[in-house]
């Protein structure tokens, strides 16, 4: 059984351990896995794409605000370490993180900008050392957004971090105080701490 297999069988658990069987079985009798074409689109774009990630959309090609059979589904997969892992958090289509990449570096609310503004006020603390500081040569896939339509938290996958980094490591960004911070070393140990923290996300 792959990671991502255990994952998504820990999460069913927790729906249904949380009253809402109702609400997953719905969504797996409508949802489907992702095409093979764009899982190799991904691929293309991401040579070092986490496998468990390429897993979980070939079970579910998204779940935020994603049309399914003709309705539209938004169910909560993911967390992070907001609230004590309490937040909850969509997977994106392969659709939707494609075009994410296309949007660049610099959508992502900013960033050179706010790189200047923490530099120029030494709050250090709201950017990672992990994350290398160019967003022009930044490569990050972003898979997920917060149940708040992404308004206030944004995951991503880092290709390009700094010395001190690690390649795959997982990137969590909040909103007010603007904060990016790597909260994983990989997607695979990302996926582990949501299930060592017992999905805290469905409540």
Known sequence: MTLAEKYINGLKKAYIDNNAASEWEHFESVKHGARKEDILKIREAYPSASESLLNLLEYADGTYWREYQGEEISLYFL???????????????SDQILKETELGA??????DDFLYWVKENGYSELYDDRLANDPEKARWLCFSHCMNNGGTSILYIDF???EKGKAGQIVRFLHDPDQYKVIADSFDDYLKLLMDNG???IN
């Open 79 to 93: 967390g992070s370490d907001v609230d004590d892992y309490g937040y909850p958090y969509y997977l994106l289509s």
């Open 106 to 111: 610099k959508y992502r609310y900013g960033l």
């Open 160 to 162: 390009s971090p700094s």
């Open 199 to 201: 999905y805290g996300f």
